[in-house]
């Protein structure tokens, strides 16, 4: 069944257009408050934000819509999506919502909904939420109405949370760390996490101001993280993105260390230390072949899914395995929490790091990517990819790369993109087939 609002990861896009409008939200607030609405105890979500602008204006009409169908809200402010996460089944709430459009610029926002577990909603959940946006649920009558408060210890509790994943028996003292928060959700909890184990900080992206939010900072724009760890010359540099569930780390040196490197060394770490479940781990299609013959050569299976951090934690859960994630830096670890979270995947990360006494360069370098290239082709309508042109010369790209080489080609869930990518061990092979297939894509778009 073709979807109307949900995308790969809930709904988003640019606000006061299309799905992302007041009113849009207030709807979403009473579809899925009535879906929830299961017993006669007192029901209760709890809303969580990132700095973005309008979050103000869609917090509002959220609680609009879940009080007017009888749900109490409990409004924990700027927090990272895994917090809401973790809140959302810590707190004993019915349904959890971070409004947050990640790593995107400040002019979108999105709403993403966890189920009282704190997993994302499954996509039967979803598609009786959408039926329900289009045919409002009836409201409750006036003395049913629910109430609105804030959570004024909501960020303490995270903190504590994420700190309880570092190794007791470890502390950052004498680590320089460089911090960047992106401008986002992530920038009171994060560095004060890191400052109580004990690091020494320079804090990048840590004064939102409504619309600098992902703005040449954070996971996805890391150049000013790595010009900063150079000049003060700082052991490591952590970049999380605007609702800090991805992580990307930038070494001593400089050099950017993806979500690739990093899923390798915490299942190596996992595996030395005896608790790394299941026969491996779990990524996506997206991941590099290097990662694969890597763990395939420490004895770690692989286990793909489609793109998306909800498919992975689906697979992980599916299968019983602790640790997956994407190459752009979701890191997901079960024993920890239940959604992608950068800050406790960083937390690993530094644990590896002051176990080790090796300087992060050293540490965090463990296997030689192929050459890969991901190029995106924008297109406002269509199906570009079911063009009979754009068919074939992906299906030539795909026999010169032959067995040593992959070809994903995909229609972005957030965005109008189609995405392209390929990889193999021939550099130049693999630019000329991005090139091809990106240039019919835009003929056919």
């Known amino acids: ?60 009409a959220l609680t609009a819509g879940f009080t007017s169908v009888g749900m109490d809200v409990l409004q924990v402010g700027p927090m990272p999506t895994p917090a809401v996460a973790m809140l959302t089944r810590s707190m004993r709430a019915d349904l959890g919502v971070m409004i947050s459009a990640s790593h995107n610029p400040y002019a979108d926002n999105g709403i993403k909904l966890f189920g009282p577990d704190g997993y994302k909603l499954s996509d039967e959940d979803e598609l009786k939420i959408e039926h329900a946006i289009d045919n409002p649920p009836p409201l409750v009558p006036a003395e049913l109405i629910g109430r609105a408060r804030r959570i004024d210890d909501a960020q303490g509790r995270y ?29 009171r909890v994060a560095p004060t996490a890191l400052w109580e184990l004990g690091a020494e900080l320079i ?24 010009a900063r760890v150079l000049e003060t010359r700082a052991d490591i540099g952590i970049a999380l993105d605007g609702d800090a569930d991805r992580l990307i780390v930038v070494d001593d040196r400089g050099q950017i260390v ?3 490197q990093l899923m390798a060394l915490v299942a190596c770490a996992a595996v030395r230390n005896g608790t790394l479940k299941g026969d491996g781990i779990v990524a996506t299609v997206m991941s590099n072949l290097g990662l694969e013959r890597f763990l395939w050569g420490q004895g770690i299976a692989l286990h793909r899914t489609p793109v998306g951090d909800r498919y992975v934690v689906e697979a992980m859960r599916a299968g019983g395995y602790n640790v997956g994630g994407e190459q752009s830096g979701h890191i997901v670890l079960a024993d920890h929490a239940t959604t992608g979270d950068g800050l406790i995947a960083a937390l690993q990360v530094l644990a590896e790091l002051v176990a080790r006494k090796q300087p992060a360069h050293q540490v965090l ?44 080609i995909r229609k972005s869930g957030t965005e109008p993109l189609i995405r392209v990518m390929a990889e193999g061990e021939d550099e130049a092979l693999v630019g000329k087939v991005v090139d091809s297939i990106c240039d019919a894509v835009r003929k056919a778009a």
């Open 1 to 60: 069944m073709a979807r109307k609002y949900f995308g790969t990861d809930g709904i988003r896009g640019r606000t006061n257009e299309g799905a992302m409008t007041a009113e849009i939200a207030m709807r979403v607030g009473q579809a899925a408050g009535a879906h929830f609405f299961r017993g006669s105890h007192r029901h209760r979500v709890l809303i969580g934000k990132d700095t973005r602008l309008s979050g103000y204006m869609m917090e509002s």
């Open 159 to 187: 903190i504590s949370v994420a700190k309880s994943s570092f190794p007791d028996h470890l502390r950052l003292d004498g680590l320089r760390i460089v911090i960047d928060c992106a401008n986002g959700a992530a920038y």
């Open 203 to 226: 804090e990048l992206g840590v004064s939102p101001n409504g619309t600098n939010i992902n703005d040449k900072v954070g996971s996805t724009s890391p150049e000013a993280l790595q």
């Open 258 to 260: 993806d979500g690739d």
């Open 365 to 408: 370098h463990l296997f030689d990517p192929l050459p890969q290239l991901l190029k995106n082709v924008r297109f406002t309508g269509g199906k570009p990819l079911e063009d009979a042109k754009v068919r074939a010369v992906i299906a030539d790209a795909e026999q010169e790369l032959g067995s040593t080489g992959r070809l994903v």
